[in-house]
């Protein structure tokens, strides 16, 4: 049986839901890297659009007519917005603003703004750089006239309102002197709509009006920015009943009942962590199946989506959607009109290069290309039959597939959409374009696609197997709360990488930290991720590692300590982070390669790179015991003096080389640091006393730290 030692994943991803974890904070739909990766945010399916996980919407919808009703049970459909009041992002408008304390009463309508400075919004620092006005103080106050005429006021009423709001940090919106939303210790960091009541509408005047805002940026970028917007409502279509749902290591299962009608939505991105072909593979399926649970006969028609926002970072930008045909075989195809490969990099970005992909297992299916407008604007009379093109250019699409059946209770309705995505080339490696691993061969993505049809049902049946197969190995070693979160931690974690070779030939599984500094190969991301990859393919692993020693063995890199990452994703061409983190990292590397070494059974790995771990070990035998001022992985304890994690971290990293060097027979070199490793242990017992537990640092009493280095006792 595999052993988990899981926990730290878990605990840093999911420890808000661990009082709870029957219910996941969301729910895994399309996972393969970093750009590729949607999620229902919701505990419904139908409830919300689904999403990339920085929160921008990457939609998918699925809709079923059953007898001429229509539900939805995949995302939640939704009219474009109407613009009343043009964001800055949309339309840069001026407005007064001032970043010193105005008082009391500057939200009124009739308080005097004129010994304010007029500016552009929006007003920022840092993020995408694209500001019109550079704010860089700890507060901004701006005030927004705006003037609205009967046809206007009538439209508010009568429709959804939103404001369209973004912010960093804490934001107070006021309409007309009445606050009418907050926000304390949050910040959004793209444009976020917010249903407005119908009491806030009443507020709103045939006129002047005024909307005030109030930010503050305690540390770090800030932005403001605000708009409103107005939205038809959709009231034909009707929630499907969501029965259940239930997910495992590679798969997300829903279960909904519509009028009669059974409909199982099974999300499988076969992330088979011994097969790197598969694991690579930037296919999903989606898998539909529609039966009479009333054993009567209903007559369907099934409608599933995908937005064309998955293929682009920014609102503005236009896509180009096309139905094509390759060796006889169908596909919907989208990408930006513009195309700039890798030419974006940081935190919170989506892909904008290479092409989004959309078939099915089905030979003959009725694909179709449509604006989002024309889509709804048929919804809204109940039609699925909407006007077919072979191509289009547009701000926003849908690619879109329809099928339809006469249903009774033994012959259930089966189909396989197939979603794709071709990044072209996934990383830049020292100046070098990689391509993704199963592309390294020259194979294409529609052969890929093919392929996967191809192996669809045995795919499903191995993802089956290795699903129970982890949960059960996950159960005996902690039990069900701690298998859960495994099965959470599962998908989550594989796709934050992506998988390619370095020109060398050699594996790079290469990490993207995620709202932090979108920092690519963090070392100490790569650390408390490892023990699934040393359960179930050290190979990966290894790919976390061979950049790092690259680094360091080419010369790039030539301090005495591991680099902290290798850039910024999609670009490791070396480290981007401002600045070193000695102890943790020199620890981690030596750490990991010890414990790739153990899981192996022989440390052939660790001889490979036995000069940069030498070089790395008389480091922490002279600085890591009782550590100089510096960061560790513990963030939010800022910089530290004489850390003890970062001191225990060095004595493990001590003793995993003592480990590694007694494997390779090099018995008098391990007996020295093993030797070493005890002295400083016994040491740090007695200076990190605190009576019934051990401080933070060294020279601090009355205090204490979560002591994750010891995951690897």
């Not at 429709?159 to 919106?173: A, G, I, K, S």
């Amino acid at each position: 049986m595999k052993q988990f030692i899981f926990f730290f994943a878990c605990y840093f991803l999911f420890l808000s839901s661990f009082s709870q974890v029957t219910k996941a904070p969301a729910y895994p739909l399309i996972t393969h890297d970093p750009y590729f990766s949607i999620w229902s945010f919701g505990d419904l399916l139908n409830e919300s659009s689904t999403k990339h996980w920085t929160g921008k919407d990457h939609a998918l919808l699925g809709l079923i007519k059953v007898d001429g009703k229509l539900f939805n049970f995949l995302g939640k459909p939704s009219m474009p917005f109407e613009t009343l009041m043009a964001t800055g992002e949309e339309k840069p408008y001026t407005c007064r603003y001032i970043e010193n304390d105005p008082g009391k009463d500057w939200m009124k309508e009739n308080y005097n703004d004129n010994q304010w400075k007029t500016g552009t919004a929006p007003f920022g620092t840092g993020w995408d750089n694209d500001a019109s006005t550079p704010w860089k103080t700890k507060s901004i106050w701006m005030r927004r006239r705006f003037t609205l005429d009967e046809k206007q006021l009538k439209s508010i009423q009568l429709r959804n309102l939103l404001l369209q709001l973004r912010h960093d940090d804490d934001v107070e919106v006021f309409l007309n002197g009445e606050l009418i939303y907050s926000c304390k210790n949050c910040y959004v960091s793209s444009l976020k709509q917010y249903p407005l009541s119908s009491l806030i509408k009443k507020k709103f005047k045939k006129g002047k009006n005024v909307l005030a805002l109030h930010c503050i940026n305690p540390v770090g970028d800030s932005w403001l920015d605000a708009g409103l917007a107005t939205q038809d409502q959709i009231n034909v279509i009707t929630p499907a009943v969501q029965k259940s749902v239930v997910m495992t290591a590679t798969q997300t299962t829903y279960v909904f009942e519509c009028s009669g009608v059974g409909v199982d939505v099974n999300f499988l991105s076969p992330l088979l962590i011994n097969d790197l072909a598969l694991l690579s593979r930037p296919v999903s399926y989606i898998n539909l199946t529609m039966s009479s649970t009333d054993a009567k006969k209903h007559k369907t028609e099934v409608y599933f989506g995908v937005s064309t926002n998955l293929a682009k970072n920014e609102k503005k930008q236009r896509i180009n959607m096309e139905i094509i045909k390759v060796d006889g075989h169908e596909y919907a195809k989208a990408g930006v009109i513009d195309q700039h490969i890798l030419a974006k990099k940081g935190d919170d970005v989506r892909i904008d290069w290479g092409y989004l992909y959309m078939t099915s297992t089905s030979p003959v299916l009725n694909y179709q290309i449509i604006h989002p407008e024309v889509l709804y604007d048929n919804l809204k009379n109940g039609k699925f039959d909407h006007e077919k093109y072979k191509s289009s250019e547009v701000d926003e699409g849908m690619m879109g597939v329809t099928f339809s059946s006469d249903l009774v209770t033994n012959e259930p309705m089966e189909k396989t959409i197939l979603l794709a995505y071709d990044d072209i080339y996934s990383l830049q490696y020292f100046n070098q374009n990689r391509k993704a691993w199963w592309a390294l061969e020259g194979k294409t993505i529609e052969q890929e696609m093919q392929e996967a049809i191809r192996d669809h049902k045995s795919i499903k049946e191995r993802c089956k197997r290795f699903d129970s197969e982890m949960y059960n190995d996950a159960l005996k070693a902690g039990g069900e709360e701690y298998a859960k979160l495994c099965i959470m931690a599962y998908r989550q974690s594989i796709a934050a990488h992506k998988l390619t070779k370095s020109p060398e030939g050699e594996i790079l599984f290469l990490s993207k930290e995620n709202f932090s500094n979108g920092s690519i190969n963090t070392v100490d991301v790569t650390y408390p991720s490892a023990p699934l990859y040393l359960a179930y393919n050290p190979n990966l692993l290894k790919g976390m590692l061979n950049g790092i020693f690259y680094y360091s063995e080419s010369g790039k890199w030539t301090k005495p300590f591991p680099a902290h990452d290798l850039g910024t994703y999609p670009i490791a061409n070396g480290q981007t982070y401002s600045e070193d983190m000695p102890v943790e990292e020199a620890g981690n590397m030596v750490i990991l390669t010890a414990a790739i070494c153990k899981a192996e059974k022989n440390a052939a790995y660790g001889l490979k790179h036995w000069n940069s771990l030498s070089t790395w070990v008389e480091f922490l035998v002279k600085d890591g015991f009782d550590p100089a001022n510096q960061l560790c992985t513990d963030d939010f304890a800022g910089h530290l003096a004489r850390n003890v994690n970062l001191s225990m971290k060095a004595i493990v990293g001590i003793a995993s080389y003592a480990q590694m060097a007694n494997t390779l027979g090099k018995k008098e070199i391990a007996d020295k640091y093993l030797a070493i490793a005890k002295d400083y242990a016994v040491k740090w017992m007695t200076m990190a006393d605190e009576g019934d537990h051990y401080a933070l640092t060294f020279d601090k009493g009355g205090t204490w730290s979560q002591k994750y280095n010891l995951v690897w006792d």
